[in-house]
């Protein structure tokens, strides 16, 4: 999240002769100027180019033509009004690496901008650079999207580009870049896989990459690489082109485009899904971003007294209900889908976009490919849009096929995230089970009591950690005294295994399987490399830890039952069995088909003593999973050591 902004609002939003007296802000906006061509933008060939830039409330609107991406003086060309308030120019001439922005006459001041449907910019985005189409393809560049059948058959692993590599023992050469975490053959400390191998190693089928659009100047300034500096990215400069730090050269336009293409060839070549981590819901600064500039008023959301709605902390919200904004957020979730390949899309403050813009995008991507995931944070946040019209949690029922990041089973497992010295279920705090069976089950309406906010396992993405908040590891340590100092990985490995094989779609932070630690630091997002990077060393200590989560990882991929299609599904296969205080157990039944165990029983213990639990008449069981835990195992009867989970099976 970037730092909030203190600007002097801006009060010009043109004259309103221009619109026929009509204001931006009115809803009848929409309806006059809604422009629904696929031609907005600069779309070069060999002879011309053709610019059409959509700004209703400008008295002129002109494109400046730069020969480089600081030249001074631009060539000036005058654009003709079109319709539905769009401008056009066609410019004969080849205009490949060209750099250009718009000016836009707003009453009587002109206001430079970037196209906000640039698809290129030079250096730190502040001009669209002109790029013929297909020439930012790497060599091999094949159109494979690794095949999912479901989502609820996805594990995905949340990754920042930077962090990936740039410790000094990653083996990377491009350390910090999108080229690095491309590598393979990579190897770290005592030999260990890293970067990518690392990553597949583990089995997961999907990488999130925290921001990877041009994200703004002011968090890193891709003049000044040389120098220490650092951001997660959540604040959105140009959202059609990617950020230009990790790049090998972000002073070439092309580069950056055909670097982020040969990352996800890399993983694709893996059989590995990338997903993209979008912010639309707000932009780093409502007052200079190109919106504003461009059509003052519209593309973001205000109060009754004409101040930027906050929903976001960022200080602005984007008003993604008005019709040009649902539209470019569309076009530009598909432009990534079919130009990058992006094979899923996380959105951040979804709770804060409309629901109508949210099932229209899913729409389109089923139509392109429905195994394209699309899940975002659904946090109910105050904004100025009516409630019942956000995309939250709350609503999920009115959003089919698109998750939700369950708090649910985050607090239930490590403790609530706002207060710091708060545990969970893993470290034995009490009063968690209940909390812990809303999450087994993927936050479905199982029982009266058992209920979340889902109405489908594909809607709720299970997490323990992610970037934000203090991860698993440095929870567990905040919540708990020394006398638990022997017990923690234990706990951590617990946490995880719920994550594993509870119903839904589950999420790992990257470094989770080797217990990665921030030093204590809540909230990273601008905090130095030595907090955020992926330690290659504590990775390499942490070998059997990596394995225990690759087994996890293998048991669920390996077991449907882990994996159940709908809600009815859940309620007819999964029993809750009983079991002592601080320890959830439940049976997945009659699973029918192929080699698997007809019958699983599960049981996550937190107590630090052994406990006995009585297995459900079934037949013979036998230990799948959690093995050295299990002191002995006689007919109906079981005990076993904690803290841990133990998988039963029955063939
Ligand atoms: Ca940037």
Redesign the pocket.
């Known amino acids: 999240m970037s730092v909030q902004k203190d600007r002097q609002m801006t009060t010009n939003y043109g004259d309103p002769v221009i619109t026929g007296g009509l204001e931006v802000f009115d809803p009848k906006f929409d309806d006059i100027y809604f422009y629904d061509g696929d031609d907005l933008g600069a779309r070069c060939s060999e002879d011309r180019t053709l610019f059409r830039l959509w700004a209703p409330t400008a008295g002129e609107a002109w494109v400046n033509l730069y020969e480089s991406w600081n030249a001074e003086q631009p060539d000036k060309r005058r654009m003709r009004r079109d319709v539905k308030g769009t401008w056009v120019l066609e410019a004969e001439g080849n205009f490949e690496g060209i750099y250009y922005t718009y000016s836009v006459k707003i009453g009587e001041e002109m206001h430079e901008a970037a196209d906000p449907y640039a698809r290129a910019v030079g250096v730190?985005?502040d001009r669209g650079c002109i790029l013929a189409p297909g020439s930012t393809d790497p060599q091999r560049w094949t159109e494979d999207r690794p095949a999912l059948a479901s989502p609820l058959d996805a594990v995905i692993y949340e990754i920042h580009v930077r962090d990936a590599t740039i410790h000094p023992a990653s083996g990377a050469v491009h350390k910090g870049k999108y080229l690095g975490l491309a590598e393979s053959g990579t190897t770290g400390p005592g030999g260990i896989p890293t970067g990518l191998d690392h990553i597949a190693g583990l089995g997961v089928t999907h990488v999130q990459l925290l921001p990877v659009y041009?994200?703004?100047?002011e968090?890193?300034?891709?003049t000044r690489l040389d120098e220490p500096q650092y951001n997660w990215?959540y604040d959105p400069?140009?959202y059609n082109v990617p950020?230009?730090?990790y790049a090998t050269n972000?002073y070439d336009p092309a580069a950056r485009i055909r670097e982020l293409k040969e990352l996800i060839q890399a993983f694709h070549d893996k059989g590995i899904g990338v997903v993209m981590d979008v912010v639309y819901n707000h932009v780093y600064d409502g007052h200079l971003i190109h919106f504003t500039r461009l059509v003052p008023g519209y593309y973001l959301r205000y109060t009754a007294d004409r101040r930027f709605s906050n929903g976001s902390g960022c200080g602005n919200d984007v008003a993604s209900e008005r019709r040009m904004v649902s539209k470019f957020i569309i076009d530009s979730v598909l432009y990534w889908a079919e130009e990058f390949h992006f094979d899923g899309f996380r959105f951040d403050l979804m709770g804060l976009l409309d629901i109508d813009t949210m099932n229209e995008l899913r729409r389109r991507l089923d139509e392109l490919d429905p195994a394209i995931m699309l899940y975002g944070e659904g946090w109910n946040i105050p904004t100025e849009l009516d409630p019942k019209r956000q995309a939250a949690m709350v609503n999920a029922k009115m959003l089919p096929g698109i998750g939700h990041f369950s708090d649910v089973i985050r607090n239930a497992v490590k403790g609530d995230v706002f207060d710091p010295k708060a545990g969970g279920f893993i470290t034995a705090d009490a009063g968690y089970e209940n909390e812990i069976r809303k999450g087994i089950v993927g936050g479905i309406r199982y029982d009266a009591e058992i209920r979340a906010f889902a109405q489908e396992p594909v809607q709720s993405v299970n997490y323990a950690e992610c970037h934000d908040n203090y991860t698993m590891w440095d929870k567990i340590v905040l919540a708990t005294g020394s006398d638990a100092a022997l017990l923690r990985r234990a706990m951590h490995r617990l946490g995880s295994a719920i994550i594993m094989t509870s119903q839904g779609i589950p999420f790992l932070h990257a470094g989770q399987e080797f217990m990665r630690t921030k030093d204590g630091v809540e909230n990273s997002y601008n905090a130095d490399d030595l907090t955020n990077r992926l330690d290659w060393d504590r990775c390499n200590v942490h070998q059997e830890d990596v394995a225990y989560m690759r087994e996890l990882i293998a048991l669920r991929r390996q077991h449907p039952a882990f994996r159940l299609r709908t809600a009815e599904l859940i309620r007819k296969h999964l029993h809750f069995e009983h079991s002592p205080y601080h320890s959830v157990a439940y049976s997945l039944r009659d699973h029918a088909g192929g080699d698997e165990d007809r019958h699983l029983y599960i049981i996550y213990n937190s107590n630090r003593e052994p406990v006995q639990v009585s297995l459900p008449d079934l037949g013979e069981w036998e230990v799948r999973f959690g093995e050295p835990l299990v002191r002995s195992l006689k007919e109906r009867t079981m005990e076993i050591d904690g803290i841990g989970m133990v998988v039963l099976g029955i063939r």
């Not at 041009?214 to 100047?217: I, L």
């Not at 968090?219 to 891709?222: H, I, M, N």
């Open positions: 730190n985005g041009d994200y703004a100047t968090s890193v300034d891709e990215g400069k140009n950020e230009g730090s972000p």
